[in-house]
Nanobody
């Protein structure tokens, strides 16, 4: 069982930046993939970005060039640096981790982009 706790969400103006974090209860060195999904009201959950244990990354086209995922295995933590935020990025952001071939999810952190 892996517990994931997100933090760092909030309200930001369009064009602003925000970094969200997710701490895992298990060693980062044992987690094959860590990443972020998001879900806006009335929409399906969608991929934002993932990073494997060997640091290969996968980004949604809508965030390429604006968002950067990173992970610190020693701290069991994955980060998402979000720059040049747009109102369309407003959503509940969920952390995910693949550990021993099972996927685990956090409770989510709200990111709201509004003037």
């Amino acid at each position: 069982q892996v517990r994931l706790v997100e933090s760092g969400g909030g309200l930001v103006q369009p064009g602003g930046s925000l970094r969200i974090s997710c701490a895992a209860s298990e060693s980062g060195f044992g987690i094959a993939v860590m990443g972020w999904y998001r879900q806006a009201p009335g929409k399906q959950r969608e991929l934002v970005a993932t990073m494997s244990i060997i640091r290969s990354t996968n980004y949604a086209d809508s965030v390429k060039g604006r968002f950067t995922i990173s992970r610190d295995n020693a701290k069991n933590t994955v980060y998402l640096q979000m720059n040049n935020l747009e109102p369309e990025d407003t959503a509940l952001y969920f952390c995910t981790a693949r550990y021993h071939n099972r996927d685990y999810w956090g409770q989510g952190t709200q990111v709201t982009v509004s003037a």
